[in-house]
């Protein structure tokens, strides 16, 4: 903590201060709002888009460059995702800090960021088709269908940086500029680097991704292309040895002398340069796509005093995309620890032993499809049938596999032009091949009501899969002697979201139906549960306006299931910030400070496989936490230029023979936040 204050005092603020000096003084970016705002499908922004800000949509029909003066002091930047056919644009709200942060209120590491997650709100993976089956780092993930394709009108950078206790970090640059007016290339490079406060917590992420996208002059050609890279790395050290004892120990006051399962003694560093992960799991994966469209229809033109502008109806579009997927999932142990392994694996270990378990698989997926546009003035009503070919090659312990799929799929989506109704019909089901019978139905429909913007939505779907592959016992991490015939998992879902801006409300309910769920019962015995289950969820978000500029931000989560499955989920979750929101009195000023509290009740929470990656079912511990995570923050945004103060875990100060921030609270049994938490970090906006 004492380094971290000196860099605080004696660097940050410094920078900070200074740079806000000059960003005051500088000529700030108009972000223009192209159309009028409106609620989006599923609730809520892409996860991959979040950080760069939420999605609105344009009231625009076309998506092509607004022609303007190019020595405007203003800029027009929009981006649209691979499967919407909706504009969005940037977000500048400073009221939620988790807008621009990896994790979302509703997601739990083990401790560190970085580790392992999981969501509180029960959100099992429920794609049709094939899935290795490793998801506790999907938040660190980007994910092809929320990369962005821009269009803008000058150059575009975003530097992000955030420093934390024991020198966690996040770097961040993104940019993005048009060649010209029909061609735009983006790139994004992140890395998520902490040490940790316990031994063995290292992580070390990086994400890497290229975009680009081409419209011809004409208007009949587009091409859509993304190259993207996601490596992750975290160390295990299979939780804490007790946390009944030790926590409350004042010997351990220093939480990183504290014996931890796996890994052996180590010695603290922050080098955030190394990459040495001697204990832990490292997932890679790369995706290269590449989509090509053609469109048939009537060609038209503008004219005006001093120009022709080009104009195209299309009727029919023709469609392929190539897509190819490289991944691999691996568990290394090089000091193997015998008594965990025996005591939870039943791995007998010899000295000098290590342990190595690597499923690594290549997919490569080729798809046709054709759309048919029923009104030549609306391109977001339309038809979309589709033919899949994907071929997949996996190598691992055991043997070498090679399996293929053949898919079809169908889509419905119409958006009236007046922008009232959102109707959307999606649907696959997959042949042949490995995945033989899997399929998903889906339907949503949006209305919004009155002049307030209302919103209506009503959503629905049934899901059949193939369990993953981690569940099948030709992985190299099926490490059960046990030999299970599973059968399809089946889940179904009805929703309803009313929106109510006027009042600052949102009403999220779903209902689910689970057959032939999937899981594991201890570190590594899958099992599957026959039975019928249900889970009811409720959630509420809600903003009440306490003063002129102060606000109470409330999210209630609720869920219960109905049934006899083994299935322990948290009953509730609540999130309060109640903040100062406002300029004080300064126009350039954006400003959001308060108090955040999160609470937690008692439940006994899933238990965490080091060697699998998966969180699992356990009966025996409930996790119940004296005080919620606290936390005080401070976001400020003046022109282009966006900073935040956070100080977390608040509620763990207490006298333990000298005042100190260690009554860490649980998230899973034998893993625990960590005391006193602070970051700053800045999000600093370029326009060339």
Same mark, same amino acid.
């Given at each position: ?202 992580? %070390?992420?990086?994400?890497?991704? @290229? !975009? $680009? *996208?081409?419209?011809?002059? /004409? ?6 292309? +993304? #190259? ?38 180590? %010695?603290?560093?922050?080098?955030? @340069? !190394? $990459? *040495?992960?001697?204990?832990? /799991? ?6 290269? +796509? #590449? ?337 919620p995570d606290i936390a005080a923050y401070a976001n400020f945004k003046i022109r282009s230029f966006t900073a935040f103060v956070r100080a977390e875990n608040l509620n763990t100060a207490r006298d333990l023979q000298g005042f100190g921030f260690t009554r860490n609270n649980l998230v899973a049994p034998g893993y625990a936040l960590n005391g006193l938490h602070i970051r700053v970090g800045i999000h600093w906006q370029f326009v060339n």
């Amino acid at each position: 903590m004492a380094t971290l204050a000196a860099i605080r005092n004696y660097i940050l603020l410094p920078l900070l201060l200074a740079a806000t000096t000059w960003v005051a003084s500088q000529e700030m970016p108009v972000l223009r709002n192209q159309g009028r705002s409106r609620n989006l499908m599923q609730g809520g922004a892409p996860t991959g888009l979040s950080r760069m800000g939420n999605m609105v949509t344009s009231g625009a029909t076309q998506d092509s460059m607004k022609r303007r003066d190019k020595l405007e002091d203003s800029i027009t930047i929009s981006y649209r995702l691979l499967n919407q056919p909706l504009v969005y644009l940037l977000d500048s709200t400073v009221n939620d800090f988790t807008s621009r942060f990896p994790l979302k209120p509703t997601t739990l590491h083990l401790g560190n960021l970085g580790s392992a997650t999981r969501p509180l709100l029960f959100s099992p993976y429920g794609q049709p088709g094939f899935d290795a089956g490793f998801h506790a780092y999907d938040p660190y993930r980007l994910n092809p269908n929320e990369i962005p394709f821009f269009q803008t009108t000058r150059p575009y950078t975003e530097l992000e940086y955030s420093l934390g206790t024991r020198v966690e970090q996040i770097i961040g640059l993104q940019h993005t500029q048009n060649i010209n007016a029909g061609w735009n290339f983006f790139f994004r490079y992140r890395m998520i680097n902490s040490p940790g406060i316990f031994q063995h917590q290292r992580s %070390n992420h990086s994400n890497f991704v @290229f !975009s $680009t *996208r081409y419209q011809s002059k /004409n208007l009949r050609y587009q091409t859509w292309a +993304l #190259w993207l890279s996601n490596k992750l790395q975290a160390e295990e050290n299979g939780g804490i040895v007790d946390t009944t004892d030790i926590l409350n120990d004042p010997i351990f006051v220093d939480r990183f002398n504290i014996p931890v399962w796996l890994g052996g003694p180590d %010695n603290f560093t922050s080098n955030f @340069f !190394s $990459t *040495r992960i001697k204990t832990g /799991n490292q997932y890679n994966n790369r995706v290269l +796509l #590449w989509r090509n469209q053609y469109d048939i229809g009537r060609k038209d033109s503008l004219v005006t005093d001093s120009t022709v502008v080009p104009l195209f109806f299309p009727r029919v579009r023709i469609e392929h995309q190539l897509r190819f997927d490289k991944e691999q999932y691996a568990f290394i142990d090089k000091v193997p620890g015998a008594t965990f392994y025996s005591q939870f694996y039943q791995i007998p270990l010899q000295l000098g032993d290590t342990i190595d378990l690597r499923d690594k698989w290549q997919l490569l997926t080729n798809d046709f499809s054709l759309y048919q546009f029923p009104d030549e003035k609306n391109l977001k009503q339309y038809f979309k049938i589709g033919a899949t070919l994907q071929l997949i090659w996996g190598t691992t312990s055991l043997q070498s596999n090679s399996f293929f799929n053949s898919a079809g799929n169908f889509s419905y989506r119409n958006i009236t032009r007046n922008k009232k109704w959102d109707l959307a019909i999606d649907g696959v089901l997959y042949f042949a091949g490995f995945n033989a019978g899997d399929y998903q139905a889906a339907a949503r429909m949006q209305r919004i009501v009155g002049s307030k913007k209302n919103t209506i939505e009503l959503n629905a779907s049934n899901t059949n899969r193939s369990p993953s592959f981690i569940f099948d016992q030709r992985s190299s991490f099926y490490l059960s002697k046990r030999l299970l015939d599973l059968n399809k998992e089946n889940r179904t879902q009805i929703g309803i979201n009313l929106h109510f801006p006027a009042i600052g409300t949102k009403l999220i309910g779903n209902y689910l139906l689970f057959t032939n769920y999937t899981y594991f019962t201890n570190f590594y015995e899958p099992q599957q549960e026959s039975s019928l289950f249900t889970m009811l969820q409720v959630s509420l978000l809600k903003t009440v306006r306490l003063a002129k500029s102060w606000r109470w931000h409330l999210e209630a989560y609720w869920q219960q299931r109905v049934g006899t499955a083994q299935l322990h989920t948290i009953p509730f979750y609540i999130r309060n910030r109640i903040a100062y929101e406002g300029n004080l009195g300064f126009k350039n000023l954006k400003l959001a400070t308060g108090v955040e509290l999160r609470v937690r009740p008692p439940y006994k929470a899933d238990a965490y496989s080091p060697l699998l990656g998966q969180f699992f079912y356990q009966d025996s511990l409930t996790i119940q936490n004296q005080l919620p995570d606290i936390a005080a923050y401070a976001n400020f945004k003046i022109r282009s230029f966006t900073a935040f103060v956070r100080a977390e875990n608040l509620n763990t100060a207490r006298d333990l023979q000298g005042f100190g921030f260690t009554r860490n609270n649980l998230v899973a049994p034998g893993y625990a936040l960590n005391g006193l938490h602070i970051r700053v970090g800045i999000h600093w906006q370029f326009v060339n």
